[in-house]
């Protein structure tokens, strides 16, 4: 392993974090792996390597990686990101309960709601923006407490210290979808969260060419669980996907700075906006928990999400047609800027009444603020908006 100052900057780490030149021939870069199996060399002989299942170097890199960046001692990747939470559901057994966000990505609500209820995990799902709320929560039998801050589309925060302060002392284990902000801007295991989840796929990979989850976490026992099931239940990325994973952390930090200075220009410019009723993203001043997003993270990040005139379809749908840098599509966190309808794409399986009561109106839009140059992004959001 390359040696490096365990206190390098998260640039540093980015790009060396993990990583050492290839044994075999000193590639620099972490060759793709693209095997299923390995030789033996006589009976019971090997280098440590049977089936790619358990073992993939690419893929090792690639959790060292991730480790690093969030500050975890340990690190494992899947094939997704909700193949990263189904595996951390199977380390439970029924009649276990788990408090989670009532307004979570909908694919984790899915499989807690539709997978694991029906195999005996039990659920809570509580206004996570209030620590009231969720400690209110907790049972006896509670095992983890899962946390997605900001939320998706509404940019709610949770106070992640403040959660973990009152989970600990009950053996409670709190997980924290950081996908959002990423470890440049967020910290969850030194604001005291046991385990750091990300969906690769998003902001870490930041291509929008792969899919993938990871866990990231100190506990060695919970990893143990985690490493067994790894390859008992195989939810594994390819090397493929591994490497262009590891591609897309070497330039984390530096996407990241532009990401958020692109969306705090185009985040003031709709806060100013005649036809914008309504913008939700933690880096204005009129954010309800503003100063709880600038005391829990470093930046704000690329998310924005916005209410063209009175909210209707017919407002949103005027202003979602007519982008033309923009691309119309589900997902985010990848250089180029994507504009989503989420009622229609993401969150189309969210009951209308629910949605109206938490704010989340017919015609809200979401952007996923690439790293393209600014004017042109400002430009075509003021195209798409005169159109309203
Ligand atoms: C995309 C996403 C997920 C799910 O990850 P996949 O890689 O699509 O399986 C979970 N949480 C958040 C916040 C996401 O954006």
């Known amino acids: 392993m390359t040696h490096l100052d365990p206190k390098a900057g998260i640039g540093t780490l980015a790009v060396h974090g993990g990583q050492s030149p290839d044994p075999t021939t000193g590639a620099v870069m972490t060759p793709i792996y693209q095997t299923s199996t390995y030789a033996q060399e006589a009976l019971g002989q090997n280098k440590g390597y049977e089936y790619a299942r358990t ?15 969030e500050g ?10 909700l193949a990263a939470t189904n595996t951390l559901m199977q380390t439970l057994s029924a009649g276990d309960h788990v408090v989670c966000g009532q307004n979570t990505y909908g694919g984790t609500f899915r499989l807690f709601d539709k997978v694991w209820r029906r ?33 998706n589309p509404l940019m709610q925060l949770t106070d992640i210290a403040a959660v973990a302060k009152h989970a600990r002392p009950r053996g ?17 295991l030194e604001l005291g969260a046991d385990v750091a989840f990300h969906s690769v796929t998003k902001y870490l990979n930041g291509h929008s060419d792969m899919i993938g989850g990871a866990l990231l976490l100190h506990d060695d026992a919970l ?19 591994c490497f262009l994973a590891l591609r897309g952390t070497k330039t984390l930090a530096v996407r990241m700075q532009r990401h958020d200075e692109n969306a705090r220009e185009l985040a003031a410019m709709l806060a100013e906006h005649p036809r914008v009723s309504r913008v939700f993203y933690p880096g204005l001043a009129e954010h309800p928990q503003h100063e709880l997003a600038k005391r829990q993270a470093s930046g704000f990040g690329g998310m924005i999400s916005f209410i063209p005139g009175d909210g209707s379809l017919e407002a949103g749908r005027a202003v979602f047609d007519r982008f033309e840098l923009f691309t119309r599509a589900e997902s985010l966190g990848g250089v180029e800027s994507l504009v989503c309808h989420p009622a229609s794409m993401t969150h189309a399986a969210v ?12 015609g809200l839009l979401r952007l996923s603020v690439g790293i393209e140059d600014v004017r042109d992004l400002r430009k075509d959001l003021e195209k798409a908006l005169a159109a309203s």
């Open 72 to 81: 975890a001692k340990h690190g494992l990747s899947y094939a997704s990101g």
């Open 351 to 362: 009951p209308r009444e629910r949605r109206l009561a938490m704010g989340f109106m017919d």
């Open 55 to 69: 073992h993939n170097a690419t893929r090792a890199a690639l959790e060292r990686n991730l480790a690093s960046l």
């Open 223 to 241: 990893h143990e669980q985690l490493r067994f099931l790894q390859n008992a239940a195989g939810a594994v990325p390819g090397p493929m996907d």
């Open 119 to 151: 195999h005996g995990l039990e659920f809570t799902f509580v206004d996570a923006t209030s620590v009231v709320e969720i400690t209110g929560a907790f049972r006896p039998n509670t095992r983890f407490v899962f946390i997605e801050t900001p939320t």
């Open 172 to 188: 409670i284990r709190v997980v924290v979808d950081n996908t959002f902000m990423t470890p440049y801007f967020q910290r969850p």
